[in-house]
């Protein structure tokens, strides 16, 4: 019998990488108009933005159905083991709700954990459960302990445009294009499960700035725990430029900085040219 780590796409694992992790991958959906994709599966994180570029279609995304993680459940018993879920945060997407209605019957080898978190922080706990399992914890030990440490991961992000919250009905548009004239880049966090802007600074250097004080506000860096470095679109400009202007924050404490990238679930919200930072503050 051994222990499972179940993920969803929006954790922005890659499939490769969830497969060299030893993860149960699941993805959610992105829609283009008629056309659907899974996320990670049949488009990847490149190939998102790419299409997003391309055909001018607004993208939509939808939650993965019960019946997938019934299917998934019943794998698991069949196979004598256990597991963990990580999800999508319940306040963000009816994912969780759907693990729920999907564990009904399966409470002796399923444990579920509602990240209250998306992308990097959703990673940043699915590392730690991963840390977890090689100490040889067991499915309901790992659980207990994400639910006792979710609340000290922090995220942060700076998105390079408002258009895409605008085409998501996240803000007006009259807002957007003040916003755009302005050279607004919004700073966002996640705070009990919701994203919620935290300010708005003119130009990606008082951004990048505003991302540094609100790490230093917090404590700062856990670097005994899981953190990450983020970006959405097709290439990482940005975010060489945020780790340079941030080096004291690493300098010293850390030799890597784990990047990843972002994929279709956030960026559809965030679009192209985000950066994040995700960690166990201390």
């Not at 001018?56 to 998934?72: C, D, H, L, M």
């Not at 995220?155 to 007006?172: H, M, N, P």
């Not at 990450?228 to 940005?238: K, M």
């Amino acid at each position: 019998m051994s222990v499972r780590i179940v993920i969803d796409s929006a954790s922005d694992i890659t499939k490769q990488r969830a497969d060299e992790m030893n993860l149960d991958f699941m993805p959610l959906k992105t829609l283009f108009g008629e056309e659907e994709y899974l996320d990670g599966i049949t488009i990847t994180h490149e190939g998102f933005y790419e299409k997003l570029i391309e055909c001018g279609v607004v993208p939509t995304t939808s939650q993965i159905a019960p019946y997938e993680f019934e299917k998934k459940f019943k794998e698991i018993r069949e196979a004598g083991d256990t597991a963990v879920v990580i999800t999508l945060s319940s306040l963000l997407s009816g994912t969780y709700q759907s693990a729920v209605l999907a564990s009904d019957g399966y409470e002796d080898c399923i444990c579920l954990v509602d990240s209250l978190n998306l992308s990097l922080g959703i990673q940043n706990l699915i590392l730690y459960a991963v840390r977890l399992r090689e100490q040889g914890l067991s499915a309901r030990e790992i659980a207990a302990e994400l639910e006792r440490v979710k609340d000290k991961i922090l995220v942060l992000a700076v998105f390079d445009t408002l258009e895409y919250l605008k085409q998501g009905g996240r803000i007006s548009k009259s807002a957007a294009w003040a916003g755009t004239m302005l050279s607004i880049k919004p700073v966002i966090s996640v705070v009990k499960g919701e994203v919620v802007i935290l300010g708005k600074a003119r130009g990606s250097k008082n951004g990048n700035n505003m991302l540094i004080q609100n790490i230093q506000q917090s404590g700062g860096v856990d670097f005994t725990m899981p953190y990450c470095l983020g970006y959405s679109g097709l290439d990482d400009t940005l975010l060489q430029k945020y780790i340079r202007d941030s080096a004291p924050l690493w300098e010293g404490k850390t030799n890597y900085l784990p990047i990843s990238t972002i994929g279709s679930v956030i960026g559809t919200h965030a679009g192209p040219g985000a950066i994040g930072v995700s960690f166990f503050h201390q």
